[in-house]
C-alpha cells in the first residue's frame, strides 16, 4: 500500500484579507490625515448669498457604515457588495443677521459652527473569501510584484564609458531619485580633480533665475550640501558623522565650497519637491525604512518614514566604499529587492488618487 502524506496548506487569502484590514483600519486614517484640514469651500444657506466657509475635517474618528444589502442580494441583483466612509468635520462661517435698534436695521456678524460627517463614498468590502462583489460580478485583486523601496548603489558608464557611482532612492510613492559621485578631470593634467556629489531628479525643474550660481543646470541637479544644510548639519558635524572624512577635501562637500549661509530660495524647493508628503519623492514607507537600515547599518525606527540626514551620511559613505573599497553594485532586479504590493496598497493608492483629485 503506497504511503499517503497529507499536507495542510491553510488558508491562501489570508494576506489579501489581512491586508485589506489593515488598509481600512490605518490606511484610510494615513491618506485622509495628508488632506488639506481645514479647506475653505462656498456655501449656500437658507437661500441667502453664498458664504465662506471653512471645514474641519477629523480622520482619526472616521466612521465606516454598512453593508446595507446582504452578498446574495448583490450578486442577484447586480449591486456591489461595499460600505460607506464619513468624516466627521465641523463647519465654520459667519452669518450675517439684521437686527432693530431703535428703528435702525443694523447686520451683525455671527459666527456659526455646525458638526456634521461628511459622506466621501462608498468602498467595496471583501468577503470571507478574499473576494469582492461589483455589480453582481464575483472579482479579486491580483497582487503585483515591484521593486521595493529603498536605496541601492550600482556603477554605470556614461556614454564616454566614464565611471559614474550612483545611489538611486526608490520611494515608496513618487518618482526614483538619484545621488551621484561624478568626477572631473583636470584638462591639462588628465587627472581627476575634483569629485561632486549631487542630486538627480528626471522630472525637477528649477524657477530660480541664477540656475549655475545656485547650484542648478539644465540637467536638473542639486548639490547634495544643499540638501545637508537643509536638515541644518554644519560641515564640522558631518565630518564627524562620516566613515570616511578624508575623502572630503577632494570633492565640492569639501569647508571652502561649503556655504555660509542658507538659500531661502533652494530651501523653499527641498521642502517643496523633496519633504512634502503630497510629492512623495522622499517617502520609503515602514519596508523601505527597513531595508535602509540594513543597507546602511543604522537602526532607526520603522515609523520613521522618510530620508533623513542619517541617510544621506550614509548614502556618501556607500558613495565613497562603491568607488574606494570595492564595494559591489546592488543588482536592482534581484528578487530579494522585489516587494509585494497586497490589495489593500493598491486600494491605498486609489484612495490616495481620489483625494488629490477632491
Not at 519596508?287 to 522618510?306: E, H, S
Request: charged fraction near 25%.
Amino acid at each position: 500500500m503506497n504511503k499517503v502524506f497529507i499536507n495542510n496548506i491553510g488558508d491562501l487569502a489570508e494576506t489579501q484579507k489581512a491586508s485589506f484590514y489593515r488598509f481600512l483600519i490605518k490606511g484610510l486614517r494615513e491618506e485622509l490625515s495628508n488632506f488639506p484640514n481645514p479647506f475653505s469651500s462656498k456655501i449656500q444657506i437658507s437661500g441667502r448669498k453664498k458664504s465662506s466657509c471653512l471645514i474641519y475635517l477629523y480622520p482619526e474618528n472616521l466612521k465606516l457604515k454598512g453593508p446595507v444589502s446582504s452578498i446574495e442580494t448583490c450578486l442577484s441583483r447586480g449591486m456591489t457588495y461595499s460600505i460607506q466612509l464619513y468624516v466627521p468635520a465641523e463647519y465654520s462661517y459667519t452669518l450675517e443677521t439684521p437686527i432693530n435698534k431703535k428703528g435702525t436695521k443694523i447686520l451683525k456678524n455671527k459666527e456659526v459652527r455646525i458638526k456634521q460627517d461628511i459622506f466621501f463614498g462608498e468602498i467595496p468590502l471583501m468577503t470571507e473569501e478574499g473576494t469582492f462583489i461589483i455589480s453582481g460580478c464575483e472579482r479579486i485583486i491580483i497582487s503585483q510584484i515591484i521593486r521595493s523601496p529603498g536605496i541601492y548603489f550600482r556603477k554605470e558608464y556614461s556614454n564616454t564609458r566614464k565611471p559614474i557611482y550612483t545611489a538611486t532612492i526608490i520611494s515608496n510613492r513618487g518618482v526614483w531619485t538619484k545621488i551621484i559621485l561624478d568626477q572631473q578631470e583636470d584638462k591639462k593634467t588628465k587627472l581627476i580633480s575634483k569629485h561632486s556629489i549631487y542630486l538627480k531628479l528626471n522630472d525637477f525643474k528649477s524657477n530660480l533665475n541664477n540656475n549655475k550660481e545656485k547650484g542648478f543646470e539644465e540637467d536638473n541637479i542639486i548639490y547634495l550640501y544643499d540638501i545637508l544644510r537643509y536638515f541644518g548639519l554644519s560641515f564640522e558635524e558631518l565630518s564627524d558623522s562620516l566613515k570616511y572624512p578624508a575623502y572630503l577635501a577632494n570633492q565640492e562637500l569639501s569647508l571652502e565650497s561649503w556655504p555660509t549661509q542658507k538659500d531661502p530660495e533652494i530651501d523653499l524647493i527641498i521642502k517643496k519637491k523633496f519633504f512634502n508628503r503630497g510629492s512623495g519623492t522622499f517617502f520609503i514607507g515602514e519596508i523601505g525604512r527597513y531595508k535602509i537600515n540594513k543597507k546602511l547599518g543604522i537602526n532607526l525606527p520603522k515609523d520613521t518614514t522618510y530620508i533623513t540626514s542619517h541617510d544621506i551620511i550614509g548614502i556618501i559613505d556607500g558613495l565613497m566604499e562603491l568607488k574606494y573599497h570595492d564595494r559591489l553594485s546592488d543588482d536592482i532586479d534581484h528578487i530579494k529587492n522585489k516587494q509585494i504590493r497586497c490589495v489593500g496598497d493598491l486600494l491605498q493608492n486609489q484612495i490616495r488618487v481620489g483625494l488629490s483629485r477632491l
